[in-house]
């Protein structure tokens, strides 16, 4: 398989009450607790559950590629339209696509900047 789910990021309108429902009220352990960004400890290695304001009104999953080019040639094979892939956080690269229900999907892949621990989930 190509894909390896390495995020679910939900959108927050109040990230601090969403931080509250999943980690006072739900237990997930905090793992990154800025501003419009809180990320949960999923239970599952390397997956990470989030809350943010990043894609208002949206869901987003984030799935991990070892050949993001190849990955994109294999998406416009199959005739989907797809930007070039763009520089993304972590040091990763990354393309975003919607799914037939307008959410947000990204494809990404480490390069040499990215953490080691983030390289080590697609070897």
């Known amino acids: 398989m190509d894909l390896k789910l390495h995020e679910i990021e939900l959108y927050a309108t109040d990230p601090e009450a969403s931080k509250k429902f999943y980690h006072e009220i739900l237990g997930l352990p905090v793992c990154v607790n800025e501003?419009?960004?809180?990320v949960f400890d999923s239970g599952w290695p390397y997956l990470d559950f989030d809350t943010s304001?990043?894609?208002?009104?949206?869901?987003?999953?984030?799935?991990?590629?070892k050949d993001l080019d190849q990955f994109v040639e294999?998406?416009?094979?199959?005739?989907?339209?797809?930007?070039?892939?763009?520089?993304?956080?972590?040091?990763?690269?990354?393309?975003?696509?919607?799914?037939?229900?307008?959410?947000?999907?990204?494809?990404?892949?480490p390069t040499d900047a990215s953490p080691d621990w983030l390289k080590g989930m697609i070897l």
């Open 35 to 38: 501003k419009g960004l809180k």
């Open 53 to 65: 304001v990043h894609s208002p009104g949206k869901v987003s999953i984030s799935f991990l590629v």
């Open 74 to 109: 294999k998406l416009r094979a199959k005739g989907t339209e797809v930007e070039d892939p763009r520089d993304a956080h972590l040091g990763m690269r990354a393309v975003v696509l919607e799914d037939p229900d307008g959410h947000r999907i990204a494809i990404q892949s």
